[in-house]
């Protein structure tokens, strides 16, 4: 138009999605936090006492809004900002959800932090996760204040691995929650099924019957006693010492003395 004069320049362009979700991030439930930065993510677990680091993943590519990281164990990530500066979303491959993010100025101060260490530092933030994260003690009928007085006097410095776990065990035990689970990586696992759940059968259409059994049974647990819990299919029936090689679902070998990140995000 006459008597007009536009002004030449290049167009901003949006900013580009991986540099959107660059930032510290918390997750909407449980204590998970996220630091993106330069192409790396790392998970940080954190409590009221205690930040543990957790995985890590780099960034592998983008499809449309979602940045996409993959962490060493094959996990896939993507995280989607929204519109704004303040929120995101995080999905999991295989995952039926997603998560939301709310983006934090920096890491919580636990984070810059050594992370504890020792038997009494490990039950604490063990116990600490549940009684932050745990919804069901009510339904269960169990006051988790009540297990902690109970079996916190029994740990002590230098205490063995393997008695450790087993004390652990025996604490979440009487929860009989499918999921619910210990991982002491060499040591041992624990997970259990509710008393009377019976493993499916080949044949999906058919119920299996109640003297049916399973060579692929879920792991015996730890009762009150310490002894290995009869009564479920592929445990020892006799008595035997919870965290000792006798016990069916225990390997007798080192517990990490530091206390590790639970996998509470991806469930």
Known sequence: MAGTELAAGPVAAAPHAADRVD?????????TVLSVEDGRLR??????VSCLRGDTAR?????GNSVIYTGDDTTVYRIRPAAGKAGATLHFDGSVGDRRLRR????????????PTGALATFDVFWQTFEENYPFFAAKKTNWQTVRDRYRPRVYDGMPDTELFALLREMVLPLYDAHVGIDAGDTGSFAQSRPGTMPPAPDST???????????????GCGPSRTAVSGTPGCRTEPA????PA????????????ATAPSWMRR
């Open 23 to 31: 930032g510290v991030w918390r997750l909407d439930g449980y204590g």
């Open 206 to 220: 058919s119920r299996p019957s109640a003297s049916s059994s399973s060579t692929t049974s879920p792991a015996c």
């Open 247 to 258: 016990s069916a679902d225990t390997t007798a070998t080192a517990l990490p003395t530091r």
């Open 59 to 63: 960034r592998t590519g983008q499809a």
């Open 104 to 115: 934090l100025p920096a890491l919580p101060a636990r984070c810059t932090e050594a992370a």
């Open 43 to 48: 998970e940080y677990q954190t409590t009221a």
């Open 241 to 244: 010492t919870c965290g000792s």
